[in-house]
């Protein structure tokens, strides 16, 4: 079942002077096609200023498209009726845990979504349990979030998402602001909400040692989808991914440079099980 | 030509109930010159650390010496240190507010009581070290991509021709090119000009490339304060505190644990080649 759908969307900003009358628009989606299924994780790669985090803004509905459609779970995001609907399908992460946290105490700040939709008390205090579990929070259920380190914080923000039982999670930079272990803590909580909860995730990053088990990657340039594929098939285009300031992972990086030196490696790896593997297989 | 700093402590909200010690008996020098990186899990001080070497907060106690003064003396002109010690906070492109580029990265050596002619002449230096191309000059920031917005706040910096450049996390999120670029940028600074880098980062990777050496914090005291090679060593306390090492290092480990011939203390992608090369090649 699709997912998220979208048909030649397009947004356009409208540019204006200090007197507020419009100079101008400037395009930062133009004609994006894609396509997710249900439970598929799927990441979004491209530069600042490529138009990653305006796509991902319509699938919750915070923008709605110029031109072109937007469908989630099968609604159209453009439809007043259906606004709510779709929020509740598709939750949002944000960059920065501090912007999204409002409640005083932990176990607060996740009831907040549930209790807008309208979810019934004892329920919502069943839901801030159970994502609180889900994703390793339980313990710090009456903290106050703002003693929390970066990565535990975005794991309640991410817990604050989970009580409204969406069908699909989109994180935004999730980690940009993270230590190296807080990254990994995040990494981990949203596979596993896959695995248990069945969400489909839609990542946008720029660690590409993030997006290594994804089922698509979409690669995003001047507001247009311009590479498409699996991890495996992304990533083994080096020089192109760096013409659009991307990267590759550490470990691809260094099987492209023992290849080129003459090793016999095999192309796309991925993770650093596969090169120390494919080494020991040289001996 | 140095920073010292001697059993430094910090406490914050000394007196109160949220009192909080963010930094614990900091003895490390930095010698003129160096590239040093500043690594630690969030909320492990790295921050407090650095803030304290401009005088923009004061230790509880502790001495903090700049070329052999005590910045904490009476009289000592701060002034005087921040015109020496240069801090880029995090995100330092919310700090833009000028009319065009050209204005904002005037707005510090103005400060320091430059004439126009002087302040044009500083600021279209540290536009070009940057790398900030000129057509964006007169434009206004606003209109800048990230990566072009803390090219610019960071020529704001350097246009005040700092003696010590102090950055916080100069690449969070960037995109890889961006990150590339503006730390290339800073590392040609290094070598031209004679200035000293203190770099914070959550990069393991970053750090491992650039820095001379290295100082691990955690909790609000020093773990470690070595070459970054014998730091990663320990990757496993890294791990324990919320760190890591850079992810070439963890293949050597596993090469090394499967029987074939390299060393472990490699930390960037280059040095991984040549030594696989070395041991697999023989």
């Not at chain 2, 007196?15 to 590239?35: Q, S, V």
């Amino acid at each position: 079942m699709d997912m998220v759908q979208t048909e030649k969307l397009v947004f356009e900003y409208e540019k204006r002077d200090e007197e507020g009358n419009v100079i101008g628009v400037s395009r930062a989606v133009d004609e994006v096609d894609i396509d997710v299924q249900e439970g598929q994780f799927i990441a979004i790669l491209g530069h600042n200023g490529s138009g990653k985090s305006t796509l991902a803004k319509h699938i919750n509905a915070i923008l709605v498209p110029t031109q072109g459609t937007m469908w989630v779970n099968g609604r159209n995001t453009k439809d007043p009726e259906e606004l709510w609907n779709v929020r509740q399908s598709a939750g949002m992460v944000f960059q920065n845990p501090d912007n999204q946290i409002i409640g005083t105490v932990v176990e607060e700040d996740v009831g907040f979504g549930p209790e807008n939709l309208g979810v019934p008390t004892d329920e919502i205090w069943q839901r801030v349990e159970d994502s609180l579990r889900s994703v390793g929070m339980i313990e710090y259920r009456h903290h106050s979030p703002n003693k929390l380190s970066g990565g535990q914080k975005q794991r309640v923000a991410i817990a604050g998402v989970v009580a409204m039982e969406p069908k699909c999670i989109v994180l935004d930079e999730p980690t940009a602001m993270l230590d190296p272990v807080g990254r990994r803590e995040v990494l981990k909580t949203v596979q596993k909400l896959r695995e248990q909860k069945k969400v489909t995730v839609i990542l946008i990053t720029h660690y590409m040692e993030e997006v290594v088990d994804a089922d698509k990657i979409y690669v995003m340039d001047h507001g247009h989808v311009v590479m498409e594929g699996t991890p495996r098939e992304i990533f083994s285009r080096v020089d192109e991914l760096k013409s659009y300031r991307l990267d590759v992972p550490q470990v691809t990086l260094l099987a492209d440079e023992l290849r080129k030196r003459g090793l016999k490696i095999p192309d796309g790896i991925l993770k650093k099980e596969e090169l120390v593997e494919a080494l020991c297989q040289l001996n | 030509m140095s920073i010292k700093l001697e059993h430094l402590n910090y406490v914050y909200s000394q007196g109160t109930a949220y009192e909080k010690k963010a930094l614990n008996d900091i003895c490390i020098e930095i010698p003129h010159g160096e590239f040093v990186g500043i690594i630690g899990h969030t909320g492990s001080g790295k921050s407090t650390l650095i803030q304290h070497l401009n005088g923009l907060i004061r230790a509880t106690s502790g001495e903090l010496y700049y070329n052999g003064e005590n910045i904490y003396r009476e009289g000592y002109s701060m002034r005087g240190l921040r015109n020496e010690v240069g801090l880029v906070f995090q995100y330092p492109e919310h700090q833009l507010f000028e009319i065009d580029v050209m204005t904002d990265v005037c707005f510090g050596p103005k400060n320091q009581g430059l004439s126009a002619d002087q302040c044009k002449e500083r600021a279209l230096e540290a536009l070009r070290l940057v790398g900030l191309k000129e057509k964006y000059y007169n434009v206004s920031p606003f209109e800048l991509s990230g990566g072009q917005k803390r090219r610019v706040a960071i020529a704001g910096v350097l246009a005040m021709r700092p003696k010590v450049l102090v950055l916080d996390e100069p690449t969070a999120g960037l995109d890889p090119k961006g990150r590339d670029d503006i730390l290339d940028q800073i590392a040609y600074l290094h070598r031209e000009s004679d200035i000293t880098v203190i770099l914070v980062s959550h990069s393991m990777e970053d750090v491992a490339k650039y820095a001379d050496r290295l100082i691990v914090m955690n909790k609000g005291a020093v773990m470690y304060n070595d070459e970054p090679k014998r730091v990663f060593e320990h990757y496993q306390e890294l791990e324990k505190v919320g760190l890591a090492a850079p992810q070439v290092t963890y293949i050597m480990h596993d090469l090394a644990g499967r029987g074939i011939p390299v060393r472990t203390d490699v930390t960037t992608v280059a040095e991984a080649a040549d030594e696989i090369l070395r041991a697999v090649g023989s």
